[in-house]
């Protein structure tokens, strides 16, 4: 979204717009109202649940102008950040809109792929689109470690075959991120299927071979 008004006072070079509270006053005006306007869309996208909101939430760090207008934008584009936090306008895999606040974006599509399996009620439908635009929301950022403690946490059967195939992709996508990762996680089921840390198992021929493999993958590290 662009805050555009034919009554901003351009610079002398007229190549940008100055906001410190030394610039002309209408500078400012526009720029408070144009939050007040932004947050009004977001309020009428949230009560519509329209899709794809993701394209009005992109925001930028780049100014031109002096640095006194450059502290003072960077304060609006904090406000604008505040707001999109606080808007039911993501939705999620369980197809319900969810606070922009409590969305997790995976740091890649590979990732994105196995978080979906258990925590897909916080991360969005269309993942390329809100990645791409919340790039700023650090504090939103779904990393290999939060994809482990929800294993660790998580209240699935890894007895059966679907699962233990799920769970054995997932492990060699954390080993390749992190190899002490199934010492600091209970992310390995034993044959009862319950969830333990690397130093708590051993492995028997009974044991199947995937998962096997695996504890050789781990030993020594």
Not at 67 to 81: A, G, N, R, T
Not at 149 to 157: P, T
């Amino acid at each position: 979204i662009i805050a555009n008004s034919l009554n901003f006072e351009p610079t002398t070079e007229r190549e940008g717009v100055e906001i410190d509270p030394s610039c002309a006053k209408q500078n400012i005006t526009i720029l408070t109202s144009f939050t007040e306007l932004y947050n009004e869309i977001l309020e009428y996208i949230e009560e519509n649940e329209i899709l794809n909101a993701y394209e009005i939430v992109g925001l930028s760090n780049e100014y031109n102008g002096l640095y006194e207008s450059k502290v003072y934008f960077k304060d609006y584009v904090d406000k604008l950040k505040d707001i999109i936090l606080n808007h039911k306008i993501v939705q999620n895999i369980n197809g319900d809109f969810i606070k922009v606040d409590g969305v997790c974006i995976p740091t890649s599509k590979e990732l994105y792929g196995f978080a979906k399996e258990l925590d897909s009620d916080i991360l969005p439908q269309n993942y390329s689109g809100w990645q791409r635009n919340l790039k700023f929301f650090t504090e939103r950022t779904y990393s290999y470690e939060d994809l482990a403690y929800s294993i660790q946490v998580s209240n699935k059967e890894f007895a059966n075959k679907d699962t233990l195939n799920w769970l054995k992709k997932c492990l060699k996508y954390l080993l390749e991120c992190d190899k002490n990762i199934c010492s600091n996680y209970n992310i390995l089921p034993n044959q009862l299927g319950e969830l333990k840390g690397k130093d708590e198992l051993y492995c028997d021929k009974k044991l199947l071979a995937p998962l096997k493999r695996i504890n050789e993958l781990t030993e020594g590290r």
